[in-house]
Nanobody
């Protein structure tokens, strides 16, 4: 079992920045990738960014160099630095862990609102 807790959401102005963190506990060594996903009202949940235990990263096309995913202490903490935010980035952001055994775990989500 893996438990995930997100933090760092909130309100930002257009052009501003936020930093999200995902803290993992439990069978951390079983985790292959940790990803950030987002979902806004009426839309599907989309991949924002993910990082693997090998350090490789992947980003959604809409990120366009504005966001950076990083990890501390392996995949125990995965951060998402979001810069140059726009109102279109408003969504609930979820952390997802995928294990080597292809089990997936989700956090409870954190709200990000970009508005002036």
């Amino acid at each position: 079992q893996v438990q995930l807790v997100e933090s760092g959401g909130g309100l930002a102005q257009p052009g501003g920045s936020l930093r999200l963190s995902c803290a993992a506990s439990g069978h951390i060594d079983a985790i292959k990738t940790v990803g950030w996903y987002r979902q806004s009202s009426g839309r599907e949940r989309d991949l924002v960014a993910q990082i693997s235990t090998y350090g490789s990263t992947q980003y959604g096309d809409f990120v366009k160099g504005r966001f950076t995913v990083s990890s501390d202490n392996g995949l125990k903490t995965v951060n998402l630095q979001m810069n140059n935010l726009t109102p279109e980035d408003t969504a609930v952001y979820y952390c997802r862990a995928l294990t080597f055994a292809t089990n997936e775990y989700w956090g409870q989500g954190t709200q990000v609102t970009v508005s002036s």
